[in-house]
C-alpha cells in the first residue's frame, strides 16, 4: 500500500501505507487522530465532514487521499489558531450550536465561502451552506453568524 | 416519566464520593437524595423507585464542580442545571466545572434524558442543592467571624460580612463548611425570584468553544489504544437472521481483521437486543466499510419480510370504518353525530420518520475479564449498563458507562441496542472496539417513528355548534418493538395528544385499532403528537371554515370558559405526562393565552399578498402550552414556495435558561418541517426504501422559515420541558397556511413527496 506525504494545517504529515482509495475523513479521524472533522453520511450530502483543499470546501467523506498530492488541507483544528476566526467568534456571539456535531463542518464550508464571498447577499448565504444539514435546525443563527462575520470582514 | 415526592440534601462522605468515579477533591461535597415514582407504562420505565444523588463540590481554592447527570444532546441541558445550583449558590460561574455523571443509577438515579422532563424533575432539587450548600458556607462564615448568621451574606463565590465588609472566598469556607449539618429541606431558604443571577435569564453553553474549535467530543470520537472499528451488515428486514455467509473477500481487505456472526434475537426483541448480522472488524473504518461491501450473506427474513407500508396504511385506513376499541367517551357520540345538522369526516395518513441525529448510532467498548466500560452517546445510560450486563453476562456493577456529547439524540439514542452491539463486538474480539452506523445503517434500521391513520369525525348542529368530535388513531405501538401482544396504541401513547383533548365539546369519543408493529417502533421527538395533533390541529381549521368562523376565533370559542378541567372528562387512561394530574391540570386559561399572544404578535389576519397566508395551531405537549402561526407562500397546487416567517407563543411556567429555551422552538420549528414537508420511510417487501439523505430528504437551510419568533410567556409557574413541545403544532399549522394560500388541503404527510 501506497505511503503519501500530505500537508495539513501547515503540517507536513507521512501516512503510511493506506489505501489510495481511503477518503481523508478517515485519514484525519483514524489515522491522525484528528476528531473534528465528522461523519455524517459518507457520501457528501450533508456537510458534516467538510475541510479545505487549497481553500475549497470540499468533502473529505468522498474525497480519497490519492487525490490530494500537493494540495493543502485545512480542518477545523486549523481554522484559527486560537480559535478566533471572525466566523468561530461570530458562532460564539449567536450561540449557534445546540448538539454542535455538525458545526464544524458548517463553519469550514462558511469560512471558504466567505473567502470568495466576503459580502454575500441573504440568497446566496442560503445557496451557499444548503449542502451542510443541521437536524437541531440551527439554520437561522448560522445564516445570522455567518452575516455577522461577513460584516466585520470575515476572511481568514 | 417520574414524578418527584421529595427531595433530601445528604453531605456526602469522602468515601462514597470517590466511589462514584468523580474527580478526588476535599471540601464541601452535597448530594441530593430524589425519591421518584415511576408512571411511564411502556415495559422499560415499569421498574420501581430510584434515587439520584446529584453532587456539588467546592474545593479549598474555591473551585466549584457540579456533576450534571442528564445527557447533552443539543437542548443546553448540561449547562442550565448546574447554572441553577450556581445562582442559588451565589456561585462565581467562572469557577464551575461541569463534569458529566457516569451511568450510576445508584449514585445519580434516574438518568434517562426523554420525555422533556430534566428541567421539570430536576429544577427544584437543583435550587435545594445550591441553596443548601450556600447556607452552610454562610454559617461558616458566621462562626469564624463569631457574628450571626443573618449578618452574612454569600455574594460571587464570597461569604461577606455585611456590617464589616469582611469576606472569605468559598475556598476558604469549604473545610468548615464541610463539618456542619446539612439543613433540612424545610429550612432551606431559596432565593426570591427577584435576586436571580442565571435562572430566567441566557446562560450559554459549556462546551460552546470547543464545539467551534472541533474539541468537542461527541461518541465518535473516542481514541484509545489498540482500538479497533466495527461495522455490521444487517438484515434488510428488521428481525431477519443470518443464514450463511461468506467472509473470503472480505478477509482479503487490507485491514480486515475479523468476521462473525453478531446473533439475531428475532423479532421483537425489545430495545436494547441488537438486531444481528454479520460484524467486521478492521484496523480503522475504511477498511471495515470495504469489507463490509465485500460480504455476501444469506438471510432469512423472518417474521416481517411481508412488510408493505403503504398496503399496510391503506389497511389501518380500512379498520377506521369499523367499530373500533373505545379509549375515551363523553356523552352519546352516536347519538350526537346523527342528530348533527353537518358532519365533517377527514382521514389524515402519516409515514414512518426516521430520527437521523448527524451522529449516527455508534460506541466505543472495551470489554476485558469479566468488567466492560463503554464511551457512548447515549441518552440513557442505565439501559445501557443493563443491556450490556445481560448481554455479556456479568454483573452490573462491572459496567462503566461514560456519556459522550450526543451528536444529536432525538429519542434515538435512548436505545441501548448500538451500545450492547459494540460491546459484544468488543468481548468477541477482545480489543477496545468503535462500532460504527452508517448512514446507510442509521436509516434501513432504526427504531422508526410510527406511521399512523387518524380518522375523525365532527357533528355540528344548527345553531353551529360542534357537539360531535369522534377520533379514531391508529397507528403501530412502540410496545410492539418489546411484545408481539402490543397491538393496539397505550393509554400514554394516545394520551400524547388524543385522549388528552381539551376542546369543550359534549360529546367525544376516542377510538383506537389493532395494528400490530412490522418493524422497530421507537419515540421519536415528541412522539404521538406529532400524528394526534396534525390531524386535531388540521380538523379545528377545517371546522372554522365549516363554521364560518376565523380559526383562531374558532379554537377560543371551543375551549369555553378559562378552567383546569376535570380530570375525570379524560377518562381512565389519561396519562398526564408521568405526573400527578393536580400538580399540572391541563389549564385552558394558560392555552388561552399563548393563543391570543401569537395571534397578537404574528398580526394574525394581517393583509398579505395572494398566495401567501397564515396558519394556526396551538397543542399542548409535555405540560407546555404552545401555540403556533405560520406563514407560507405556496402556489396554486399548494407547492411550498418559502416561509416567510413562523410564530411561537409559548408558556412553559419559568423559562430557565432563556436562550436555551428559544433555540429549542427555533430547531423544533425545522425538525417539524422535515417531516411535514420531505421525510417518509417506506417499506417494501420488509425493507426500507430510503438509505441516505438523497432519499430520506430532511430540511436544509433553504427549507428553513426566514425568521422564526419565539414568544414567552412571563410566569413564574413551574418549569416544563421544552425539546418536545415545538414540534407537533408546526405541520398542521403549515398545512393550514397552505390551505389558505391556496385552497389546498393537505391530509397526508409528509406533504411535498
Known sequence: MPTYQITINGKKQTIDSVDADMPILWVLRDMLQMTGTKFGCGKALCGACTVHLNGTAIRSCSTPISAVGDQKIKTIEGLSENGDHPLQQAWVQENVPQCGYCQSGQIMNAAAFLDSNPSPSDEEIRDAMNGNICRCGTYNRIHKAIKVAAEKGGKS | ?753
Open chain 2, 1 to 753: 416519566m417520574k414524578d418527584i415526592k421529595s427531595s433530601t440534601i445528604v453531605k456526602v462522605d469522602r468515601r462514597t464520593f470517590l466511589k462514584t468515579g468523580v474527580m478526588g477533591s476535599t471540601g464541601l461535597i452535597l448530594g441530593t437524595q430524589i425519591a421518584c415514582s415511576t408512571l411511564f407504562q411502556e415495559e422499560p420505565r415499569a421498574k420501581a423507585t430510584f434515587s439520584p444523588n446529584v453532587f456539588l463540590t467546592i474545593n479549598e481554592k474555591g473551585e466549584i464542580t457540579i456533576v450534571t447527570h442528564r445527557s447533552e444532546m443539543g437542548t443546553g441541558i448540561r449547562t442550565s442545571l448546574p447554572a441553577v445550583v450556581a445562582d442559588e449558590l451565589e456561585a462565581d460561574w467562572n469557577m464551575v466545572t461541569i463534569q458529566q455523571a457516569i451511568g450510576d443509577e445508584e449514585t445519580y438515579g434516574d438518568q434517562n434524558t426523554d420525555g422533556s422532563y430534566s428541567i421539570r424533575m430536576f429544577y427544584m432539587p437543583m435550587r435545594r442543592v445550591g441553596a443548601a450548600a450556600k447556607m452552610m458556607l454562610e454559617q461558616a462564615a458566621a462562626a469564624k467571624w463569631k457574628v450571626n448568621v443573618s449578618e452574612c451574606r454569600a455574594k460571587n463565590n464570597n461569604v461577606v460580612h455585611e456590617p464589616s465588609g469582611k469576606k472569605f472566598d468559598f475556598g476558604e469556607l469549604a473545610g468548615d463548611a464541610s463539618k456542619l449539618t446539612v439543613p433540612e429541606e424545610k429550612d432551606i431558604k431559596l432565593k426570591d425570584s427577584k435576586n436571580f443571577s442565571k435562572i430566567g435569564k441566557s446562560t450559554p453553553i459549556t462546551d460552546l468553544k470547543d464545539i467551534v474549535t472541533g474539541k468537542a467530543n461527541f461518541g465518535l470520537d473516542t481514541i484509545l489504544p489498540e482500538l479497533k472499528v466495527a461495522v455490521i451488515r444487517r438484515c434488510p428486514v428488521a428481525g431477519g437472521k443470518v443464514v450463511s455467509h461468506n467472509a473470503e473477500a472480505a478477509l482479503k481487505v487490507s485491514g480486515v481483521q475479523k468476521v462473525f456472526v453478531l446473533e439475531s434475537p428475532g423479532f421483537p426483541a425489545g430495545f436494547n437486543a441488537p438486531l444481528g448480522g454479520v460484524v467486521v472488524v478492521a484496523d480503522n473504518t475504511w477498511a471495515a466499510i470495504k469489507g463490509r461491501d465485500a460480504l455476501d450473506v444469506e438471510w432469512d427474513n423472518g417474521a416481517n419480510g411481508d412488510y408493505n407500508s403503504e398496503e399496510y396504511l391503506t389497511d389501518l385506513v380500512a379498520k377506521t370504518k369499523t367499530s373500533n376499541t373505545i379509549r375515551r367517551e363523553n356523552g352519546d357520540i352516536k347519538k350526537a353525530l346523527k342528530g348533527a345538522g353537518k358532519i365533517l369526516d377527514s382521514t389524515y395518513v402519516l409515514q414512518h420518520l426516521s430520527h437521523t441525529p448527524m451522529e449516527p448510532p455508534c460506541g466505543v467498548a472495551y470489554a476485558q475479564e469479566g468488567k466492560c466500560e463503554l464511551w457512548v452517546p447515549t441518552q440513557n445510560p442505565k439501559w445501557v449498563q443493563e443491556g450490556v450486563a445481560a448481554a455479556l453476562e456479568i454483573k452490573k456493577e462491572n459496567v462503566t458507562v461514560n456519556v459522550t456529547l450526543l451528536g444529536g439524540g432525538f429519542g434515538r439514542k435512548s436505545k441501548a441496542d448500538f451500545s450492547v452491539e459494540t460491546a459484544k463486538i468488543s468481548k468477541e474480539f477482545g480489543s477496545p472496539v468503535k462500532l460504527l452506523w452508517t448512514r446507510e445503517d442509521d436509516i434501513q434500521h432504526d427504531l422508526y417513528h410510527s406511521c399512523a391513520v387518524q380518522r375523525i369525525k365532527v357533528g355540528i348542529d344548527k345553531a353551529n355548534n360542534v357537539v360531535a368530535w369522534n377520533q379514531k388513531s391508529v397507528f403501530p405501538s412502540i410496545g410492539g418493538t418489546a411484545t408481539n401482544q402490543a397491538i393496539q396504541p397505550s393509554g400514554q401513547e394516545l394520551s400524547l395528544g388524543a385522549i388528552d383533548f381539551p376542546y369543550n365539546v359534549e360529546n367525544v369519543c376516542v377510538e383506537s385499532a389493532d395494528a400490530p408493529a412490522k418493524t422497530r417502533i421507537g419515540w421519536l421527538r415528541s412522539v404521538c403528537n406529532i400524528q394526534h395533533a396534525f390531524a386535531i390541529g388540521s380538523m379545528l381549521d377545517e371546522i372554522a371554515r365549516a363554521r364560518n368562523m376565523d380559526p383562531i376565533e374558532n379554537a377560543l370559542d371551543l375551549l369555553g370558559e378559562d378552567r383546569q378541567i376535570d380530570k375525570a372528562v379524560f377518562g381512565k387512561e389519561l396519562v398526564n405526562y408521568g405526573t400527578e394530574y393536580e400538580d399540572y391540570p391541563w389549564n385552558t386559561g394558560r392555552f388561552r393565552g399563548v393563543i391570543n399572544e401569537v395571534a397578537k404578535k404574528s398580526n394574525w389576519g394581517k393583509e398579505l399578498p395572494k398566495g401567501r397566508a397564515q396558519g394556526f395551531c396551538a397543542h399542548r405537549s409535555f405540560l407546555t402550552y404552545v401555540a403556533c402561526v405560520v406563514e407560507v407562500e405556496a402556489d396554486e397546487n399548494g407547492n411550498v414556495l418559502s416561509i416567510p416567517e413562523i410564530h411561537y407563543a409559548v408558556d412553559c411556567g419559568l423559562a430557565v435558561n432563556r436562550d436555551r429555551v428559544i433555540a429549542q422552538f427555533e430547531g423544533g420549528a425545522v425538525f417539524a418541517l422535515s417531516g411535514a414537508l420531505k421525510g417518509a420511510i417506506t417499506f417494501k417487501d420488509g425493507r426500507v426504501e430510503q438509505s441516505n439523505f438523497h432519499d430520506y430528504s430532511v430540511a436544509r437551510m433553504t427549507d428553513a422559515p426566514k425568521n422564526i419568533f419565539v414568544h414567552l410567556i412571563d410566569s413564574d409557574e413551574k418549569p416544563t420541558g421544552v425539546g418536545e413541545p415545538p414540534v407537533p403544532p408546526v405541520a398542521p399549522a403549515l398545512a393550514n397556511a397552505i390551505y389558505a394560500a391556496s385552497g389546498k388541503r393537505f391530509k397526508n404527510l409528509p406533504m411535498m413527496a
